[in-house]
């Protein structure tokens, strides 16, 4: 029986244990793939604090691993399948048995959506990225494209087209689905062209993106287009399908929960990119961690207090 149980060892994962483990609470982090989630993806992250020269997402993430462990937190690498949340005990089915605890941090973050092209994974980090805060920098004075019409697809536009030499944004639709107030400014910006009623087809290069085919499903015409750098901004999908009928989701699967992380449940807190919320980055991911470390331990200390007076 651990005090914290936490699903997922990405930033918000890893500063719960780091957090929990300091304050004394016997603490358990199931992690399915490897340490970091997507941060262990990152070839460069340049906007953590504390790391002028910027660091390689891998060494970012053994990092927040070490820091967590050397406090006493335990990590074990297995999938978690299935989860029994409400009640004073929770119970979590992996896929290296049951694991109990008190309370429940989950961390599993979301995916990007993918293209579903060919070779998308193996240019992945090699000029196919999916977050501009993140890898925009990296294509200063290139030519980049920018896929998708919502929100995020606009603001990686905006953010590239004062960074990047020429901005393509690409859009299945006629029109931008992303709020109005993005419009006008990206309609001004002189670097920035859009494609209507088009979808990517094919990725060109080898070691390297060089460009892409993309096709005017209008009129069925094919176009090449040279790029250094594609941005994929279509969507993200939470990885919440183990907590269908557990706990209540959002539309686009992403757990409710407040700024204090705590969800319909009690015990139980979302932190990082699982959680609906208007910004997924690295440190708003730490920040959620931490956060739901302080709810933790008053929802336990709550929890000690009510065991107490049913004794008395």
Known sequence: MYDVLIIGGGPGGYTAALYCARAGLSTLLMEKLATGGQ????????????????????ALAQRMRQGAERFG?????????GAR?????KTLSTSEGDVQGRAVIIATGAAPRLLGLENEHALTGRGVSYCAA?????????????????????EDALTLSRVAKSVAVIHRRDTLRASKIYHAPLMA??????????AVEELLGNERLTGLRFK???????????????FVAIGRVPETAFLQGSLPLAPDGAILADETTRTALPGVFAVG????????????????GAVACHYAESYLASLAQQEKSALA
Request: net charge negative.
């Open 39 to 58: 941060l262990a993806q990152t070839g460069q992250v340049d906007n953590y604090p504390g790391f002028p020269d910027g660091i390689d997402g891998f």
């Open 73 to 81: 937190a335990h990590t074990r690498m297995a999938e978690v399948t």
């Open 85 to 89: 949340l409400s009640g004073p005990v």
């Open 134 to 154: 993140c890898d925009g920098m990296l294509y200063k004075g290139r030519n980049v494209v920018v896929v998708g019409g919502g929100n995020t697809a606009a």
């Open 189 to 198: 910006a002189p670097n920035v062209r859009f494609f209507w009623n088009s």
């Open 216 to 230: 005017n499903m209008q009129t069925g015409a094919s176009f090449s287009l040279s790029a250094d750098g594609l």
């Open 273 to 288: 990119d699982v959680r609906a919320k208007a910004m997924r980055q690295i440190v708003t991911a730490a920040a959620d």
